[in-house]
């Protein structure tokens, strides 16, 4: 199980924090996944996106991606 952190930190900080090893595996590695992180009452919530959704960001509004897009972008 994964543990809320105790209070908001940073990109670099979530990244330290997040474990490695989990039993907690988000996604499929058929189905390509875009998850994006929110702190809700001092919990992180994750939001998740596949295929032609659009990526929505409450950190960037305007954001105008697909999924699709961003795997693209990377290849």
């Known amino acids: 199980m994964i543990q809320a952190l105790p209070k908001p930190v940073t990109f670099d900080e979530f990244i330290a924090w997040y474990p490695e090893k989990s039993e907690h ?3 499929n590695p058929k189905r390509p996944t875009f998850s994006v992180y929110q702190v809700i009452d001092g919990e992180y919530q994750v939001t998740q996106f596949r ?10 509004p305007d954001l105008n991606l697909t999924v699709q897009q961003v795997f693209q972008a990377g290849e």
Do not use: A, L
């Open 51 to 60: 295929g032609d959704d659009r990526v929505v960001s409450p950190t960037f």
């Open 25 to 27: 595996h988000i996604g």
